[in-house]
């Protein structure tokens, strides 16, 4: 299998300057001063892109994702290693970067192809598709400075996807456009992907790779510490990105929770599941004083904040009457329909008009959730597929 | 190396040319005359020095002061605003040469090819004005491509050399705006060679150094016509042209491998 890309052993060194001398005054008067310290973005990068790759680059902010892209499509250079790469490259590092607000939006799009390094002729052939792709049909002989923020981009984008390089690079910019358009650009990518061209791209939203990407490289500060297939590299990514474990807990602990186990199906205590098994939630509490009416509930949530299940023993219409003591109270889940990603578990004791908050505790668990289905999505629904010829 | 550079920019040929027709474009686009100013401007100059010399200079030894003076001016002009456009090329266009990758001297190269055009089209204009008050032009006005093509190629050198130098100095820009305007008054444009000849002539070797002065003269030489029109208004030195051109080319080499050494670094310093 060729190579469309090979970084080999790529280190990348910023200067950052104290201070910006940049007239001849202050380079005179600081000459001797080193006004800089070095920084180095990108530290021995070993990378080898095979053709028809789609590879999705993640890491936080800082972690040197940017600068890959900036030096595989040569607008920097690494101060270490070499790059080669085989093939025309579009990069799409900022939307609609080039435009010219004084020209017009068909002006725009021959210079933007041509800043791309296509020509005229095959833009030609093109700019119907790339028209259609943008929905700027009415304005594309306005001038690109009345557009919106979103044809903007929209233009922009359908220039990059529409021109046919070989390898197409894509810093963050599909989080733009409509939903819609983003649907579009997806599928887009999907029939680049299917014309073995090679895709690197950028991106804060892991998902997106884990639907489009073979391949996901998780960088941190300029070094790569996870490369393989999405299904193990997101998790690792999760787990690196949760925030410090400071447990958010509330309430004046009449009733408190004293502990918290989450069983699997033989009551062993687990933190992975797969699809389809069940999951007990064993609660101990306390009660330092009896109280009248308290409600039990719990929620499991998924990274995002998004609450994926929850109940409470004042929805399921029960009462409890008066609780004094320890106690235990155990929530069945019989079958956990979620596919894959890390999910945290949230408490509560409370009273059943919810004004008083005995006991809150927030993600006070967390379990990995596995599959053995292919299927894509949060949850597993089953489902029979009836073919009628 | 540098046959690899040539290549990109033969291959970016055509981003060079679209380069150039945008900077053409964008200069007149949200004006109503649009492309009429370039025509008009030489109209405008050729119509107020008449009247100005005219009125100040009666009596003056050169009878057609006026086409002496238009016949260095413009290519003057086509030098300094070629320069003065090409040094802020690649420090003015940050949203480019941070987020794409082209041949980077596209910026200062089209920024000159602009300029190539307006010239072109009012040395035309200026022609015209020739042509109406049937101006007796010499064999040398064929030479009109040779000489427009020596001064491209010490301005594209000089204009390489500079658009690099100010994305490291800043300070550049501002030098060339002081620095062409002595360049203008140590050029032989608004006074004849003779002027200078009969009022410092042991410096005229020294003087005839600066290729600018050559390029004007031999501007001069073609189109004035002095043979017909006066003697010795202009001269052409023949040691000054050959010096003129050597340097040139140097210039240009010179030009494209100090832009070609320092271009790596050209997206983390704008």
Redesign the interface.
Known sequence: MAYAVEVTDVSKM??LHHENV???KE?VLFFRRRGYEEFWALKDIDVKVEEGDTLGLIGANGSGKTTLL?CI?????PTKGRITTSGS?A?L??LG??F?A??TGR?NV??NA????F??KEVDKKFDDIVAFSELERFIDNHVRNYSSGMYVRLGFAIAINVDPDILIIDEVLAVGDEAFQRKCLERINEIQNAGKTIIFVTHNVEVTQEICNRVIMLDQGNIVKDGAPREVVPFYHKAMEPEEESRERGNLRIMVTGVELLNGEGKPATEFYTGESLKIRVSYLAQEPVEDPVFGFSIDDYRGFTAYGTNTGLKGMNLGTVSGEGVIEFDLKSLPMLEGRYFVNLSIHSRDEQTVYHWLDRHATFEMNSRINDVGLLYIPCEILVNP | MMIEKIRDLW??R??LW??TV?EL??KY??SVLGFVWSFANPIIMIAVFSLVFAILAKGAKMQWFVVYLMSGLLPWLFFVNSLMQSVGSVVGNP????????PREILPLAAVGANIFHFVLQMSVFFVFLLIIRWHFSIYILLVPLVLLLEVIFTLGLSLFLSAANVY???VQHFVEVATMAWFWLTPIVYTMSTFSSVAGKYTPIYLINPMADIVLMWQYIIYNPQRYGPSAVYVSPWGFVGTVIVSVVLLVFGYFFFTRTE??F??QI
């Open positions: 910023f200067k940049k007239s001849l380079k900036k499509t040569k607008i920097l250079y490259i990069a590092l900022e970067a080039g010219q004084d020209l002006e021959y210079l041509s800043i791309l390094g020509s005229r | 291959l970016h055509e981003l679209n380069m945008k474009k964008v686009k949200r949203g480019l040469v941070k987020k794409v990758y082209f100095l800043r300070d790596r670094g997206a983390e």
